[in-house]
Nanobody, 124 residues
């Protein structure tokens, strides 16, 4: 069974930074594509960022472009989300996800595996 475990969330002041990590464990599993999504209270789970196995192809939501960076370490089966210049509107539970295919990486349905989520709170 595959498990994705996020870490790195917390409380930060506006303008600050956080780095989220998500490690895959379980049966032999190496995702082709990783994604990050977030869900604020009362809202749907929205796409944040995604990248390919090679790390050469990255995708970002317009709201985080230029502030967030997604990266991966295939040897550790881990994906990261570096979040800089955080804003109060970035407050949400952040979820990592893993996919086999690379179509529709901005869509939740593309991903087969999900982490449990980690809370990020940005205070003004």
């Amino acid at each position: 069974q595959v498990q994705l475990v996020e870490s790195g969330g917390g409380l930060v002041l506006a303008g600050g930074s956080l780095r989220l990590s998500c490690a895959a464990s379980g049966r032999t599993f190496s995702p082709n594509y990783w994604g990050w999504f977030r869900q604020a209270p009362g809202k749907e789970r929205d796409f944040v960022a995604a990248l390919s196995r090679s790390g050469l192809s990255t995708y970002y939501a317009d709201s985080v472009k230029g502030r967030f960076t997604i990266s991966r370490d295939n040897a550790k089966n881990t994906v990261y989300l570096q979040m800089n210049s955080l804003k109060p509107e970035d407050t949400a539970v952040y979820y990592c996800a893993a996919a086999s295919a690379g179509y529709g990486l901005r869509e939740r349905a593309t991903y087969q595996y999900w982490g449990q989520g980690t809370q990020v709170t940005v205070s003004s």
